[in-house]
C-alpha cells in the first residue's frame, strides 16, 4: 500500500547542501509541510500516493535562501541617501527621516514589500533588526515568510521607544505575543557597541542565555568605529563585547570587517557567526571582510543583505557570487569560497546561526519544506557541467520560478501566490510621496 503525501517535486536536480553535490532525477516529497523523503523519480511514484505531483524539467531544488541579515522595512528608503558614507548616511539622512517618517505602518509596509521581494528571489527566511518589530512580524506572516524578528536595543529614543529599559519590554512583549507563530523566531538585536551601554548589554546578555536566543549586532564595520571604541573605552569593541561576556554559539556579528587576526580566534574559539554583507559594504565604502581568514579560524559565515536603503537590492543570489568572488580576489585563493560552500553558508550556515538548522537549511527528510526551484534552462546558462556552480555563478534571483514555505506554493511560475503586486506599488508610492514631500 502506498504511503500518502501531499506533493512530489521532480526537479531535474535536487541540490540538498547536506550533503554536498546534486543528485540528478531524484524527487522530493512533502507531507504537512515537512520534507517526508528524498529518493529517486523512478521510485516515488511507486512508493507514494500523492494529492499533487509537480514536474520541474531543467530546474535545479534548492533549500530556501535564508538572509542573515536585514532592516526589512528599509525598502521603503531604497535609493534615498545614496552614495554617502555610513556616518554622513546615518546622521544626516537616514535617522532624520526615520525619525519623522517611520511608524506601525511604515514598518508593515516596507516589510511587506521586502517580503515580496525575497520570495520572489529565493529567500524564504530572513533575519530582520527594525524598529515596530509587532508590525514587521505581522507583514511577514502575512506574507507566508518565515523570520527572525530583532528585539531592537538602542539607548536614544526614537518614536518606538524612549530608552533601553522602554525597548527591550516592548521587545519582549513582542516576543511573549508572537511565540507560537511556527515561522516566526526571535532574536536580540542590540543595534551596535557604539549605541549601547554596558550596563544594557549586560542585561541582553542575562536575557539572552535565560530565554536561549541568539544576539544580532553590528560589529567592526567602520575603522571609525574601532577608533572610536579604543578612545572612549580603551579597547576595541569586540574586546570589550567578549570582556562583557556576550560572545558564543550565540552571538552573530554583522560585517566584520575590520577584525585582526586575534579577533579572528576570538570569533572562533567562542563559536560566534559572522552575517558577510559583501553588497552594503562596498556601497559604503565600509571595507571588504576578510573572509578567506574567517572561514580558516572555522567561523561559520552566512550572507546577509542589509536593509534596502543600503544594497539597494535583497538578492541573496547575487550575495553569494559576490562574496565567493570577493573572498577569492582579496585572499588570492581561487578555491576560497567555493560554491557548495556559499550555497551552504546561504543555507545551512544562516539557519546555524539561527538556531534552526534542525528545522530548515537543507533538504533532508524531517526539516521543513522551505524550497526554491531554480531554471537552469536558458542559453545563459548552457551548458550544465555542475548545477550547484551554476546556482552561485551562473543563475540570479530572475530565474526563481517556485517557491514554497513551510510546504505552501509562494511563488508559482514567477508569479506572487498571495500578494496583490498592484497593492505594494500603490503603499511604495504612497510613502514616497511623504517622504519627499
Known amino acids: 500500500m502506498k504511503a500518502p503525501a501531499d506533493l512530489i517535486l521532480l526537479p531535474q536536480w535536487v541540490v540538498p547542501v547536506e550533503p554536498d553535490g546534486a543528485l540528478a532525477d531524484h524527487a522530493v516529497v512533502i507531507q504537512d509541510g515537512r520534507i517526508l523523503d528524498v529518493l529517486p523519480a523512478a521510485d516515488a511514484e511507486a512508493r507514494y500516493d500523492a494529492a499533487q505531483t509537480a514536474a520541474l524539467p531543467g530546474q535545479a531544488l534548492i533549500p530556501g535562501l535564508v538572509n542573515l541579515h536585514c532592516h526589512a522595512a528599509m525598502s521603503l528608503l531604497r535609493g534615498f541617501a545614496d552614495d554617502q558614507p555610513l556616518m554622513t548616511w546615518l546622521h544626516e539622512h537616514i535617522w532624520p527621516a526615520e525619525k519623522k517618517h517611520v511608524s506601525e505602518a511604515f514598518v508593515r509596509d516596507g516589510t511587506l514589500l521586502a517580503a515580496a521581494e525575497m520570495l520572489a528571489g529565493g529567500v524564504t527566511c530572513c533575519n530582520d533588526m527594525y524598529f515596530y518589530p509587532q508590525a514587521a512580524g505581522e507583514a511577514f506572516l502575512q506574507a507566508g515568510m518565515r523570520a527572525t ?11 518606538y521607544a524612549s530608552d533601553a529599559d522602554d525597548y527591550l519590554a516592548k521587545g519582549l ?3 511573549d505575543g508572537l511565540k507560537d507563530e511556527p515561522l516566526l523566531s526571535f532574536t536580540f538585536a542590540p543595534h551596535a557597541p557604539y549605541t549601547i551601554a ?4 549586560a542585561r541582553i546578555n542575562t536575557l539572552a542565555e535565560q530565554l536561549s536566543l ?11 568605529e574601532v577608533r572610536d571604541s579604543l578612545k572612549q573605552y580603551g579597547m576595541r569593541p569586540l574586546e570589550r563585547l567578549a570582556g562583557l561576556g556576550l560572545l558564543g554559539p550565540n552571538f552573530i556579528g554583522v560585517h566584520a570587517i575590520h577584525v585582526n587576526d586575534a579577533e579572528i580566534g576570538l570569533l572562533a574559539q567562542n ?17 571588504i571582510a576578510p573572509i578567506a581568514d574567517l572561514l580558516r579560524a572555522g567561523v561559520n559565515i552566512s550572507f546577509g543583505t542589509d536593509g534596502p536603503a543600503s544594497n539597494n537590492r535583497l538578492d541573496l543570489f547575487g550575495e553569494m557570487r559576490l562574496a565567493s568572488l570577493l573572498a577569492k580576489g582579496a585572499s588570492g585563493d581561487a578555491a576560497s569560497l567555493p560554491a557548495a560552500a556559499a550555497l551552504k553558508a546561504a543555507t545551512l550556515g544562516a539557519a546555524r546561526a539561527l538556531n534552526l538548522d534542525s528545522r530548515i537549511g537543507s533538504i533532508i527528510p524531517g526539516k521543513r519544506a522551505d524550497l526554491v526551484a531554480v531554471d537552469l534552462r536558458a542559453l545563459s546558462s548552457q551548458p550544465v557541467f555542475d548545477p550547484v556552480s551554476h546556482l552561485v555563478y551562473v543563475a540570479g534571483r530572475e530565474h526563481v ?3 514554497w514555505v513551510d510546504g505552501k506554493l509562494k511563488l508559482n511560475d514567477r508569479r506572487l501566490v498571495d500578494l496583490d503586486t498592484d497593492d505594494l506599488n500603490a503603499r511604495a508610492s504612497y510613502w514616497r510621496t511623504k517622504l519627499t514631500a
Open 198 to 201: 554596558d550596563a544594557t548589554f
Open 401 to 403: 520560478t517556485h517557491v
Open 214 to 224: 541568539p544576539i544580532h549586532i553590528h560589529l567592526h564595520e567602520t575603522a571609525d
Open 271 to 287: 563559536g560566534c557567526h559572522v552575517a558577510h554583507c559583501p553588497t552594503s559594504n562596498l556601497k559604503l565604502a565600509s571595507g
Open 173 to 175: 512583549a513582542m516576543r
Open 149 to 159: 524578528l530583532g528585539m531592537i536595543v538602542l539607548e536614544f529614543p526614537s518614536a
